[in-house]
């Protein structure tokens, strides 16, 4: 067979696994892929503020086999992500991934002026993801290795009516996330982007108008657990092999 050998796939296990940690994990998007990685054998570190929720997730996947270790977070208090990542260090002593996940949506049109609502969106969506960054990247600086996965959207790639400000905020976490890719040669730097997924995003609109329309646009929907997946593609890689976007969207949804 002219020395060929057909190459032994290695499996991850608890002891030997990469520990990530998934910001935004008490619902959507965070939530699945928390399913999804550990039941994959990845050991996780998953935050929210919602604990209770995280609470419920984690007992689930810890009796399913799962490594799941969780704590309350808030993205947008430099300190709280801080403490996050030092959880993370105390139980496993090192960090492989953050999922940079958490996010809010209320969309309006810029003449309602909706400010608090536009300060919402960048805090968590801009500062959150920022939040993230300077919480793992010194860690994985040591390490010599890491990755990085900020969660954008397709309106990081376009602008609609009524989510001027959203859009905004998603088309910084690419503008971010490059930038981060460019800066670091041992740091894998990942952007997800998803089209219309199941989750609770919309439940945070409060401009009557903008929530009827929206309840049209997500009408052709894809499941949160189709966005888990790609971010588990993006984990699997070789470490030398890094996946900078992936857009992931409904198949009949013209968005």
């Known amino acids: 067979m002219n020395g060929f050998r057909k190459p032994v796939k290695k499996v991850n296990t608890n002891s030997e696994s990469k520990v990530v940690l998934i910001t ?20 996780l570190v998953i935050g929210a503020r919602r604990t209770e929720r995280l609470e419920a997730l984690a007992k689930q996947l810890n009796e399913e086999g799962g490594n799941v270790e969780f704590t ?3 993205v947008t208090d430099l300190d709280d992500v801080r403490a996050f990542a030092g959880f993370a260090l105390e139980k496993h002593g090192r960090i492989d991934v953050i999922v940079n996940n958490a ?43 890491g990755q990085v996965i900020n969660v954008s959207s397709i309106g990081g790639h376009a ?38 997924t199941t989750s609770e995003l919309a439940h945070s609109i409060t401009d009557e108008g903008s929530a009827k329309a929206m309840e049209s646009f997500r009408e052709v929907a894809i499941p949160a657990d189709a966005i888990a997946r790609a971010i588990s593609f993006a984990i699997d890689q070789p ?8 857009i992931v969207r409904p198949t009949a949804s013209p968005y």
């Open 103 to 145: 996010g809010v949506m209320p969309l309006s049109p810029l003449e309602a002026l909706k400010i608090d609502e536009w300060n919402q969106m960048i805090d968590v969506n801009i500062r959150g993801v920022l939040h993230g960054i300077a919480a793992a990247l010194p860690v994985m600086k040591k390490q010599g290795s």
């Open 159 to 196: 602008t609609f009516p009524t989510a001027a400000v959203y859009c905004a905020t998603k088309y910084a976490v690419i503008a971010i996330s490059e930038g981060l890719r460019q800066e670091n040669t041992d740091i894998r730097v990942t952007v997800i982007s998803p089209g219309v």
């Open 239 to 246: 470490d030398e092999v890094d996946v900078n976007e992936i």
């Open 72 to 74: 309350s977070l808030d």
């Open 24 to 43: 935004g994990a008490s619902s959507g998007i965070g939530e699945a892929t928390a399913r999804v990685l550990a039941r994959k054998g990845y050991r």
